[in-house]
C-alpha cells in the first residue's frame, strides 16, 4: 500500500509522531498497489488503522437509530417466565419456551424468529433483549418498531439531506434486523410494497431476522405472510401469556359469568336416583358426572357434554369452573351467544373493552368452559370468530370445556373435526331427560333456603 499523503498531529487528533500510522501517514487513506488492470486501481480505501473506528461510528448510529437506549432495561436475564402469580402451566411454558429461543436466537442469529402473542405478552421484551444480547456479541443490529420504520423510510425517502437507497439497503441487509409490532402500521400500498421489499429481499438472502405481531397469520399481507410460514426458515413461537401489565382477576371478570353459577356445585348436582330413568339414561349421567369430576381435578384435552335443555350439562360445567376457583385457578366461563355480543359490542366507540383484548383474554384461557355453544346466530362472522377460538385452543391443547344441545352434524365441520379427534376431546351425551321440580326440594334448591 502507498501513503496517501500526511497530516499533522493536530489534525489527526494523534499525539506525538510515535502514534502516526506508519501505513496512511495519519490520513486515514490509503491506495493500494495494484495492477492498472484491476477494478480497484487508483481507488482510496481506508486505512486499517481507522476500520475499527469506522465500525465504532457504524454501530454507535445504528444503536441510536433502532432507539434501543430506551429498551436498554429489556434483558433475557430479568425477562421473567412466570409472569403474574395465576398463570396456567401451559402459559408458562410457552414463556420458557420463547425465551429459550431468544437466547439461543442471540447467540446465534440464523434464520427467522417469529414471536406473536396477545398485548403485553412479553414480545417486544424478547425481541430488545435479543438485538441488546447481539451487540454485545458485536452483531450489528437494528431495532425498529414496524411504525417507525415505515416513518424513518418516508422522511429519507422526501429530505434531500438523506440517501434514500443507502439507507434502504442498509436496512435490508443489516446483519439482524428486528421489527416489532408488525401489522400495527399504516398500510398504504406505498408502505406494504416498502416493508414487502425489505423482508423479501433478507427472506431470500437468508438474513437473520426477529419479528412480533399481535395478528394472526390470515390478517398478514399474503406475500409477508407465505414467507413467514416458511418452516425451513421461519421458528413461529406462540406466546400463551395474558397482558403483564393488567393483573389476571381483572380480565376475567370483565367476560366470565362463573360467579352467576356459585352455587353449582358437585355436591348439589342431583343424580336423579329417585326417579324412574331407564338404564342406559342413568347410566349416562353418572359417566358425565364422574368425567366431569375427574376432568376437575386434572384439566387436560377438551372435555365436552351433549344433551337437551335441562339434563344438567351447565351445571356439571359450572361445577367444573367453581371447583378450580377455590384452587386459585378461576377459568373463564361464557355462555357462547352472550360472549358473542360481547365481542360485537366491542365495535362500538364507546366500549371501553378493546376487541382484541376480549378475544385474546377467551382464546389463550388456560381454562375455559364455553357454555350453549350452537344456540348462537350462525352469521359468518360468528361461524369465523368461534372457529378461530377453537382452532387455536386445538392446537395450543388449552384444557377446554364445552356443552351443547347440537348433534355433531350441526355443527361447522371445521369445529366438529376437532371435537372427533379422541387423542384430545372426550365426548359424553346425557340422554336424560329435562329436570322438573317437584315439591319434594332436591339437593340444589334446598342449599339455597339454608
Not at 157 to 186: A, C, H, K, M, W
Not at 268 to 295: G, I
Amino acid at each position: 500500500m502507498t501513503n496517501s499523503g500526511s497530516s499533522s498531529s493536530t489534525e489527526t487528533g494523534l499525539n506525538s509522531d510515535a502514534d502516526i500510522c506508519p501505513v496512511c501517514g495519519g490520513s486515514g487513506w490509503v491506495r493500494q498497489e495494484l495492477p492498472i488492470t484491476h477494478p480497484d486501481f487508483g481507488k482510496m480505501q481506508v486505512c486499517v488503522c481507522k476500520q475499527n473506528d469506522m465500525v465504532r461510528h457504524s454501530f454507535e448510529r445504528l444503536y441510536r437509530m433502532s432507539n434501543l437506549q430506551a429498551f436498554s432495561n429489556m434483558t433475557l436475564d430479568n425477562f421473567k417466565t412466570e409472569g403474574r402469580l395465576g398463570l396456567g402451566d401451559q402459559q408458562v411454558a410457552s414463556l420458557q419456551i420463547a425465551l429459550n429461543h431468544a437466547s439461543q436466537f442471540a447467540q446465534n442469529p440464523q434464520g427467522w424468529l417469529l414471536l406473536s402473542g396477545s398485548y403485553g405478552c412479553g414480545k417486544t421484551h424478547l425481541a430488545a433483549a435479543i438485538a441488546n444480547e447481539a451487540l454485545t456479541y458485536g452483531t450489528p443490529v437494528l431495532f425498529l418498531t414496524v411504525p417507525d420504520l415505515l416513518d424513518w423510510l418516508r422522511f429519507s425517502y422526501s429530505s434531500p439531506e438523506r440517501n434514500f437507497e443507502e439507507r434502504f439497503d442498509e436496512i435490508r441487509n443489516i446483519s439482524l434486523l428486528v421489527l416489532d409490532d408488525l401489522g400495527t402500521q399504516n398500510t398504504t400500498p406505498w408502505a406494504e410494497e416498502k416493508l414487502y421489499q425489505i423482508l423479501n429481499h433478507r427472506y431470500t438472502n437468508r438474513l437473520a431476522t426477529v419479528i412480533t405481531t399481535n395478528q394472526e397469520f390470515a390478517e398478514i399481507e399474503g406475500r409477508i405472510r407465505s414467507r413467514l410460514q416458511d418452516p425451513d426458515l421461519v421458528t413461529v413461537i406462540r406466546i400463551l401469556a395474558p397482558d403483564f401489565r393488567s393483573p389476571m382477576r381483572e380480565e376475567r371478570k370483565s367476560i366470565s359469568t362463573l360467579e352467576l353459577l356459585a352455587d353449582s356445585t358437585f355436591g348439589t348436582f342431583n343424580l336423579r336416583d329417585r326417579e324412574k330413568l331407564e338404564a342406559d339414561q342413568r347410566q349416562s349421567l353418572v359417566k358425565a358426572f364422574n368425567a366431569a369430576n375427574t376432568f376437575a381435578e386434572n384439566p387436560r384435552g377438551w372435555l365436552v357434554l351433549v344433551g337437551s335443555y335441562g339434563c344438567g350439562k351447565t351445571h356439571l360445567a359450572a361445577a367444573i369452573g367453581n371447583y378450580r376457583a377455590a384452587l386459585g385457578d378461576e377459568p373463564i366461563f361464557v355462555v357462547v351467544p352472550d360472549f358473542l355480543d360481547h365481542l360485537r359490542a366491542t365495535f362500538s366507540p364507546s366500549s371501553s373493552v378493546s376487541y382484541d383484548h376480549l378475544f385474546e383474554q377467551v382464546r389463550t384461557t388456560p381454562l375455559l368452559i364455553l357454555d350453549d355453544l350452537g344456540t348462537q346466530s350462525a352469521t359468518p362472522w360468528a361461524r369465523e370468530k368461534l372457529y378461530q377460538i377453537f382452532n387455536f385452543r386445538y392446537n395450543a391443547k388449552l384444557a377446554t370445556v364445552i356443552t351443547t344441545s347440537n348433534q355433531l352434524g350441526e355443527m361447522d365441520p371445521r369445529i366438529r373435526s376437532r371435537m372427533l379427534d379422541s387423542r384430545l376431546c372426550s365426548m359424553y351425551a346425557i340422554l336424560v331427560p329435562a329436570y322438573i321440580r317437584t315439591n319434594e326440594m332436591p339437593a340444589r334448591s334446598q342449599r339455597k333456603r339454608t
